[in-house]
């Protein structure tokens, strides 16, 4: 989702990619009336008062070579702030082991998620981000909320030994998955992808997209040390991430240890296997092919408690 106002005003807030999802899914006309409702060019003030109750943001940026990277910015609540309805300001001086900074002095383009998952409340953000010292601004070009699927309710903690507690930390990079690191994406019930929309049309902005998905531990299948295989499965039909993704396969994973407070970054290119359902309640499969892989320990300074999974996936359940 990267349309600039004037462009939601007298074109379409949708660009190619997701038009393409949206007709063969048999939903373009009907979303194109929903789009053009919720989709804003601001934050309205519930929004505002959203994300500056949150721990964390996933955020979404791309490399020098493209690839769209997630990452996680976090702090104690407050560390976001909306300076009006169309800026957020982010505080990132607990950000270690991550591109994002590069990213974004590459590419001013960001695609923002923020998530409670206790009431399961998810809101999205588009944009052009500016690094100002520790802190980065966006500048708000698309707003949305999103439903409540398939999130796992937790409550969070915030750990106030962080400062000690990070220096142990550490990173290991490579090219494929070790045993600890399969064994995580194995059992997660939770991950986030970015994705990017790229286009020759100057009446589209370029930019990332940064989406939550969810299921129960196994739905992420790990093939071998450098495939993973993912169900994709109904969401609210803006098909913003199989958008960019027909458009452009590259794409950057994140999985989050909630238990030990690390993080698993990936990117690589993935492939949608339209005619393959996998899953109870998949409506197609994404095959993806890992090129790099950043494990760092100790990264979020946030403990987690699990409540209970998302109500959705017994419904999928019980429909095959």
């Not at 003030?45 to 949150?54: I, P, R």
């Not at 994705?195 to 990332?208: I, L, T």
Request: aromatic content about 10%.
């Amino acid at each position: 989702m990267h349309t600039s106002l004037n462009e939601i005003t007298k074109d379409s807030p949708f660009h190619e990619g997701e038009k393409i999802i949206q007709k063969e899914m048999g939903v373009r006309d009907k979303m194109e009336k929903i789009g053009r409702k919720v989709i804003r060019d601001h934050l309205p003030e519930q929004h505002q008062k959203f994300y500056e109750n949150q721990p964390f943001i996933i955020a979404a940026t791309m490399d020098f070579q493209g690839n769209p990277w997630v990452s996680i910015l976090a702090g104690k609540p407050g560390f976001i702030k909306a300076k009006d309805s169309r800026n957020l300001l982010i505080d990132f001086s607990l950000l270690r082991n991550d591109p994002f900074l590069e990213n974004i002095k590459n590419n001013p383009y960001i695609g923002l998620i923020g998530i409670e998952f206790a009431t399961r409340r998810r809101n999205r953000v588009n944009g052009r981000a500016q690094i100002k010292g520790n802190q980065v601004l966006v500048e708000v070009q698309q707003s949305f909320g999103n439903c409540p699927k398939f999130i796992q309710a937790r409550n969070w903690e915030w750990m106030e030994n962080h400062e000690e507690w990070r220096k142990g930390g550490g990173i290991k990079e490579s090219e494929g998955l070790d045993k600890k690191m399969s064994n995580i994406i194995s059992n997660a019930d939770t991950f986030f992808i970015a994705s990017a929309f790229v286009s020759d049309n100057e009446k589209q902005h370029n930019g990332a997209d940064a989406s939550h998905r969810g299921g129960k531990p196994g739905f992420v299948q790990v093939l071998n040390q450098s495939t993973l295989l993912f169900p994709d499965y109904a969401g609210n039909f803006h098909y913003n991430t199989l958008g960019n993704l027909i458009k452009n396969p590259k794409s950057g994973l994140l999985f989050w240890d909630f238990t030990h407070q690390s993080i698993i970054q990936l990117i690589g290119k993935t492939e949608i296997l339209w005619d393959q359902k996998g899953v109870p309640g998949a409506e197609r499969m994404i095959q993806f092919t890992i090129e790099k892989t950043l494990h760092s320990s100790q990264a979020i300074p946030i403990k987690w408690e699990f409540l209970e999974e998302s109500p959705f996936l017994d419904k999928i359940a019980k429909k095959h």
